[in-house]
């Protein structure tokens, strides 16, 4: 069985599950119904065989990480929207400005997914105020040793995405 | 391929070696001994470029508009974290996501448009009665389809709908948009909806323009191209490009101005896209793919008096050639 025939039959088999699933973690039909479909396009789009065992538990994993991306999306945009709110008139970027900043917020959050607490910290500090090692060290309450390990781990942990999952 | 693959080792080393090089400030002595690391293997020098070319693309202080980002970053990833553990963990009964949502805020309507797309995205969708709606780049569309009518909402971008008399059924087919209502009748036009007006070129058939007001009504006849804003419908005569062209992929333009060409190339690409006031009045007329826009752009110094300045992936500004 190719894999685009076994993707059919998980379609025609558990689409309305999923969807009802999915509808269960966003609370709104439309948005389910979307990503039940960027679920199968997904699938669609591996290269590698499927693993059929559970197929349900399968779907989850895919749609769960399909959920998170749809909320990452909606809590950058209202997050961004809140702290334009506190800029006087004549700093807010045009609207194409903030549409680019905040798509690319959103790739460099996703890049930064998986990352602890401090370690995305510190590494922020640094790219977005590009504040001295130094100065985070005294900022975080921690070494200056461990702020040198976190970014230079950050910075391997996006090598790694960038350049050997051809993310 | 793996030997063009620098080892997790010579990375690190790499990371290092730019880490120290920021944090020093010039330090030509340093300078020189990471030459030296460089310069003592091909896979050191392949290693530091890639990672020179990471840390630029991560670099936000390089990116107008900014200095929200730490904010923005650090509070979404905040709640995203309580909304995970929260909902998937747990998966207690669910409100509804979407209270917060501003609906003033145009980036915030794509998420309940029916049909959006993304940066560089094209859509295709057969509706219900046999039309066809095709959804450009960076766009979002509703679908109100009843008894009385087949309506296309536009929130923004550009859509092209292929609509036949034979898929009538009485109801008319109509596209709205923020400045105009238009109903197609037979053939093929595309819709733009643009800051200060809306575009419609007919490609093929026949448009009817309602409003402004009850009772008026225009005819877009094939061919026509028309610009309908808060002052009326007007005919643009000669348009610098082809509205229909990015259906099939490309750009086609016509003695059009470099900075109109940068602003329509940017609505494909991620990042930002510019160019300098220097370079903004010069002409170019051709065919270019939509595909790749990054072999669009290394095109054009090919052609006209120009450079690229690309300070990451995501910046790239035109501006004069030396």
Redesign the interface.
Known sequence: MSSQDSVHTLYSEHHGWLHNWLR?????A??AADLAQDTFVRLLQRRDQLQLNTPRAFLRTVA?GL??D???????????????SH?PEAQA?S?E?????????E???R??DGLKPKV??AF??A????L??KAIAEQMGISLRSV?RY??DA??H??QL???NEL | MSAAQPSATVVKQAIQWMLRLRESGPDQRLQRKCEQWREAHPEHERAWQRVLSLHQDLDLRAIPGAGLALHTLETSERRLHRRQTLKLLGGAALIGSASWLSKDLQLLTDWRSDYSTGTGERRSVTLPDGSLLQINTRSAADLAFDARQRLIRLNHGELMLTCSDAQADGRPLLVQTRDALLEGVNGRFTVRQRDDCTQVSVSAGQVALHGPGPSALHWLGSGQHWSIDAHGPRVVEQPDMDAAAWADGLIVTGNMRLADFVAEVARYRPGFLSCSDDVADLRLSGVYRLADTDALLELLPQTLPVRLHQRTRWWVRLERAA
């Open positions: 269960s973690k966003l609370g709104n439309a948005d769960r959920v998170i749809h909320w990452r999306r909606e809590e950058l945009a209202r997050a961004y929207c809140e702290a334009l800029l970027p609207a400005t903030r549409e680019l900043l905040l798509e690319l917020l790739r460099i959050a890049m930064l995305r910290r922020l500090l790219q977005c105020e590009g001295s090692h040198e970014i230079a910075l391997y996006c090598y960038r350049f050997e």
